[in-house]
């Protein structure tokens, strides 16, 4: 079968999109241009059929090696372009229209972009001849017009005229000429005029500087990891762009320091930007750029990841500054089950983490089941499609971001993939946090649009999970998360890598208390001494049951117990999972002989089919469980602490023991 050029070059697209985790962009792309017969789903076979073995093994065994096929070739073609364009720099040419001339091709298309340093002048009259002792080089373009760059500038003196000023204006405009061009000194003076009224440098308030907590202040990036990161994140800021519309917006390239605030991705004009260069003294003063914000005022300030924070981060963490995160934390993310009857299910890979995933989970469960548009559809719902699930995935993160921020902002961290700190000194780096930026957003439904378009960062199965956590310790701040806690040296992640109950706490109700009964309780420790144990202040929205109070150790306060949705994150033989109801009915109603039903979801289980538990509250037949040669599952137990003498039926299902 004939190799078709637009089935592979579609493959090479989709490729792109895969590796770099932009599903929503796979579907659309999908969905305008399906699928054939003839499309590659194999990226090897794809490397193959475009020749790149060579490239791509070359590529495997360099420091940073592109992940997709499409940057490997660009790369290339970029590296073939220098090397041709510093032979013809080395020499001067004179190209001609001849068709079969690659080299004088290739210099045409480049010709404004062989030295930064060189200076393009458009010369709007008809090619004058060109002194002999002059090293230059000379191009047509369509309509006649002789392009030159001169690799000695003082050789080359045309006058600029007004003609000359508005065709450069316009060509730039329309993408003509995207190398760096010469100007007049009355230019360069009114364009930093223009940027001095455009961009205005407000100096940064004391709210501003404290608002990542006394350890995180506004600082300047350096060059390189600014620019990557500004890239990086402008690459998606226009995924989910549906217009592109707005005022013109300035762009300042290679030594720019542009602010990570969030752009105001709905109203950028591609076709208004335009490329222009800065010297030193003007980098210092757009250390902090303030953009125009739409009606909304969206609004939200950064700042990177400094040492001091990711000390204390792990200490109250992980207990020491010189630990490091498990693989089972750094590889988990927030992704979904695509089994039938499972697709609103949470999937963990390893254990560690269960705490997280399943608090997570009961808030998802919360928007997909109660906060929608149809309520009456409620076995539907448990079937959710993609956009649904990330839907509720974003709304869930949100709740927990703004009730540990106390509903006043919230802290999201994402990750940059650039150092911004040089870790010295009583500090174990592991690439994770020194490579993070910090956004603090004021606003509830400006939090729920950043995380919207921010959210590929928590569903990846790299870091995801902990980013959650990151943002919600520092939502929380770390001195109120260690004020919280009954022993101030507690940790978040215990032994093993499972969470403790105070960051389950802190997830679910937005303080890192140690205990689940409700509010705190006072105990005479004798010599006039009081020990205060701190409990849950007020009723959750998403409750927990234990198996530690089935054996009287701990005891549930009804805030968990009884919360405003019938969601609980039930803690069993040191794992977190979630059980759930379908009726908001069944919290109130107590009549002995009730029957209802219970959903049970855990996400480490490997679980591939639904299990629905029937309860009846109360009955005659419960004694012949009671015998103490039958094993009762522990998830009964658990039931059984917050509906006494209820009888479980698992519905052909095997029980968990």
């Not at 794809?46 to 420091?63: A, F, M």
């Not at 100007?183 to 930093?192: A, F, H, L, W, Y």
Request: proline share 4%; glycine share 4%; aromatic share 6%.
């Amino acid at each position: 079968m004939a190799i078709s050029v637009e089935e592979v070059s579609s493959s090479l697209v989709r490729e792109y999109l895969s590796r770099k985790g932009l599903k929503k962009t796979i579907a659309c792309m999908d969905e305008e241009h399906p699928r054939t017969e003839a499309s590659i789903n194999n990226r090897s076979h794809l490397r193959q059929i475009l020749h790149l073995d060579p490239l791509y093994k070359r590529s495997k065994v360099e420091h940073s090696p592109f992940k997709t096929l499409l940057e490997i070739i660009v790369k290339h073609m970029i590296e073939a372009t220098n090397e041709a364009n510093a032979r013809s720099v080395s020499s001067p040419i004179e190209i001609n229209n001849t068709e079969n001339d690659m080299t004088a091709c290739a210099l045409r298309s480049h010709i404004e972009a062989i030295k930064p340093s060189q200076t393009t002048l458009l010369v709007p009259d008809q090619p004058e001849s060109v002194p002999n002792n002059q090293s230059s080089l000379v191009a047509h373009d369509q309509k006649g017009q002789t392009l030159m760059a001169s690799q000695d500038p003082e050789h080359f003196n045309a006058p600029v005229t007004e003609s000359t000023k508005r065709k450069k204006t316009s060509r730039i405009r329309r993408g003509m000429m995207p190398g760096p061009v010469a100007s007049t000194p009355e230019e360069s003076i009114k364009k930093r005029q223009i940027r001095k009224t455009e961009i205005p440098q407000p100096l940064p308030t004391n709210e501003e500087k404290n608002v990542c907590g006394s350890s995180l202040l506004v600082s300047h990036f350096d060059k390189k990891s600014v620019k990557s990161t500004f890239l990086k994140d402008r690459s998606n800021d226009f995924q989910g762009s549906d217009a592109l519309e707005g005022e013109q917006l300035t762009l300042q390239t290679e030594k720019r320091v542009p602010s990570l605030t969030s752009l105001n991705r709905s109203n950028l004009n591609v076709s208004e930007m335009v490329l222009d260069d800065i010297d030193d003294v003007e980098m210092q003063s757009l250390s902090k750029i303030s953009l125009n914000r739409d009606v909304t005022e969206q609004s939200w300030t950064s700042c990177p990841m400094d040492q001091q924070t990711a000390m204390e981060l792990k200490v109250v963490l992980l207990g020491s500054s010189l630990n490091c995160f498990s693989v089972e934390w750094r590889n988990q993310g927030f992704t979904f089950s695509e089994t039938h009857d499972l697709r609103y299910g949470i999937v963990q890979k390893k254990g560690g983490p269960c705490g997280v995933l399943a608090s997570v989970q009961g808030f998802v469960l919360k928007k997909m089941l109660f906060e929608t548009s149809d309520p009456s559809n409620t076995f539907n719902r448990l079937k959710p499609s993609n956009s649904t699930r990330r839907k509720c995935l974003v709304l869930a993160i949100v709740e927990i971001l703004w009730k540990a921020g106390e509903e006043k902002h919230a802290i999201v961290a994402i990750y940059s993939g650039t150092k911004h700190f040089i870790p010295v000194g009583q500090y174990k780096s592991e690439g994770v946090l020194e490579k993070i930026i910090l956004f603090n957003v004021d606003n509830r439904k400006d939090l729920e649009h950043f995380l919207d378009q921010h959210i590929e960062q928590f569903e990846t199965e790299v870091l995801g999970c902990l980013l959650l956590v990151v943002s919600a310790v520092l939502s929380r701040s770390i001195e109120k998360v260690r004020e919280d806690m009954d022993v101030p040296t507690t940790t978040l992640i215990g032994a093993h890598g499972y969470c403790t109950q105070e960051l389950v706490n802190l997830l679910l109700c937005g303080q890192a208390v140690s205990n689940v009964f409700d509010n705190d309780m006072e105990l005479d420790s004798g010599n006039g001494n009081i020990t205060l144990l701190k409990g849950i202040k007020d009723l959750c929205e998403i409750g927990f049951l234990s198996l530690f109070e089935h054996y009287n150790i701990c005891k549930v306060g009804s805030h968990l117990k009884t919360p405003r949705f019938p969601i609980w994150v039930v803690c069993s033989e040191s794992h977190f999972s979630v059980l759930f109801g379908l009726q908001r009915e069944l919290l109130i109603s107590h009549q002995k002989g009730q029957e209802f039903d219970l959903y049970y979801y855990d996400g480490l289980s490997n679980q591939q089919e639904e299990i629905r538990l029937s309860v009846c509250v109360g009955g005659s037949a419960l004694s012949c469980q009671d015998d103490a040669t039958e094993l009762i599952p522990p998830l009964e137990l658990c039931i059984r602490t917050r509906w006494k003498d209820a009888l479980v039926n698992w519905n052909d299902t095997e029980p968990i023991l």
